[in-house]
């Protein structure tokens, strides 16, 4: 099949190697960027002992967030609430990683 060699066929073709060039680039950087992302993720479960996946990490966040409210209950002096957060974190993450 022979190609057109007209104004527009060139001029199409100037397009199409500019947005094929734009999504190479984009590709090239958010590849890499989502790449190291997925890494570091891996790591940091494998070394944790847990499995990589998004569950694991949300009930991650939750519990280190429960973490924080058991400081900060001990931090004003509220000792069984301190004791109660502190309790739900350590069944939440020792369910979790162990």
Not at 62 to 87: D, E, P, T
């Amino acid at each position: 099949m022979q190609a057109e060699t007209g104004f527009f066929s060139s001029a199409g073709a100037a397009v199409g190697q500019g947005i094929k060039w734009v999504s190479d680039a984009l590709h090239w950087l958010f590849g890499g960027f989502f790449g190291a992302l997925g890494d570091f993720f891996s790591g940091m479960a494998a070394s944790l002992g847990m499995s990589p996946n998004v569950m694991n990490f949300a009930l991650l966040l939750i519990g280190l967030m429960m973490l924080w409210a058991g400081i900060k209950a001990f931090a004003r002096g509220s000792i069984l609430s301190g004791i109660f957060w502190l309790v739900l974190t350590a069944l939440l993450l020792g369910a979790l990683i162990g």
